[in-house]
């Protein structure tokens, strides 16, 4: 099991940046494929984007593209979302997620751990 603890979030402007991290520790850090989801009120959770274990191969949701950059770093065993041009659209729960196979996937169900959350508001 990998325990993931997420940081960084925050009130921010419209059209300004914010910098998540997830910090990860337990098992094997470096295969595993890593992601970013965000719930919003009244809405299901959405994938954001995500980073395959050892091919380091990125994806993004159409919503992303562009504006945010997912990364990690195996020596402190973190992960990192990069979220520019913010939107109020953008406000949202976000959540760190693991999963053991190498390929992203965009559904939630397909990881085996998640983090609490952290709030990121984007104001108008």
């Known amino acids: 099991q990998v325990q993931l603890l997420e940081s960084g979030g925050g009130v921010v402007q419209a059209g300004g940046s914010l910098r998540l991290s997830c910090a990860a520790s337990?098992?094997?850090?470096?295969?595993?494929?890593m992601a970013w989801f965000r719930q919003a009120p009244g809405k299901e959770r959405e994938f954001v984007a995500g980073?395959?274990?050892?091919?380091?191969?990125?994806f993004y949701a159409d919503s992303a593209k562009g504006r945010f950059s997912i990364s990690r770093d195996f020596m402190q065993n973190t992960l990192t979302l990069q979220m520019n041009i913010l939107k109020p659209d953008d406000t949202a729960v976000y959540y760190c997620?693991?999963?053991?196979?190498?390929?992203?996937?965009?559904?939630?169900?397909?990881?085996?751990?998640w983090g609490q959350g952290t709030q990121v508001t984007v104001s108008s």
């Open positions: 980073i395959g274990g050892l091919s380091g191969n990125s």
């Open positions: 997620a693991a999963r053991r196979g190498r390929a992203v996937q965009t559904t939630g169900a397909a990881y085996d751990d």
């Open positions: 337990g098992r094997t850090f470096r295969t595993d494929t």
